[in-house]
């Protein structure tokens, strides 16, 4: 995580063009080759920062209370993820923003994005079947061997996009990450569709 912090740092100050992966290195107080003994490029460094908000998300879906239902366990975990000064700091947004606007302009990042977004999916899917009975829940890690229903699946992948898309439309714009325009307001109207899935139906 050291090394994804200092890459995200020099992409946030000084652009992702102008960044090479010895600056990362050298910025994280390490040698070239031990970067690339990590991350194959530049842009591969900022993976464990995107992928610690997705673990962070489903997590907090994990350890929602028992008694909520599905939209409601999702929806608790957007209040205590996406809403600035309590999943991330409100300094941090800021970071937020410019490395999803670095992936949207990037294609190099969008695709390290891409496989963030699509592995989470999968985290969540896990931590669904969890919820409904039908997973492991002493397991508390994704098995790719564990057969998920298409339709879980296909549940987990939806409330993702409305995440995803959330935050990519937030940091698109200007609005304050507080607002009735944050990431946090957009996901929450995102995840209002899944209310009226059938979610008994998927256990």
């Not at 190099?108 to 999916?121: F, I, P, Q, R």
């Not at 307001?185 to 209310?195: D, K, P």
């Amino acid at each position: 995580m050291q090394i994804a912090r200092a890459a995200a740092a020099l992409f946030v100050r000084q652009g992702l063009r102008a960044t090479r992966a010895e600056d990362i290195a050298q910025a994280a107080g390490i040698a070239p080759r031990t970067f690339y003994r990590y991350f194959a490029t530049k842009e591969e460094s900022v993976a464990p920062l995107y992928a610690a908000g997705a673990e962070r998300w489903a997590r907090a879906v994990r350890l929602a209370p028992p008694e909520l239902s599905l939209p409601e366990a999702l929806e608790h975990a957007v209040r205590h993820t996406l809403t600035p000064g309590v999943g991330v700091s409100a300094s941090s947004w800021a970071w937020v923003r410019t490395l999803i606007r670095l992936a949207a302009s990037s294609p190099a990042l969008g695709k390290v994005w891409a496989e963030v977004c699509h592995d989470s999916e999968r985290t969540l899917a896990e931590v669904l079947a969890e919820r409904l009975g039908t997973g492991d829940s002493a397991a508390g890690e994704a098995d790719d061997n564990v057969a998920l229903a298409p339709e879980l699946r296909f549940a987990a992948a939806v409330a993702a996009a409305a995440v995803r898309v959330a935050v990519e439309s937030w940091a698109a714009g200007e609005a304050r990450p507080e607002s009735e325009q944050g990431p946090a307001a957009l996901a929450l109207r995102n995840l209002a569709v899944l209310r009226g899935i059938a979610w008994g139906k998927l256990a």
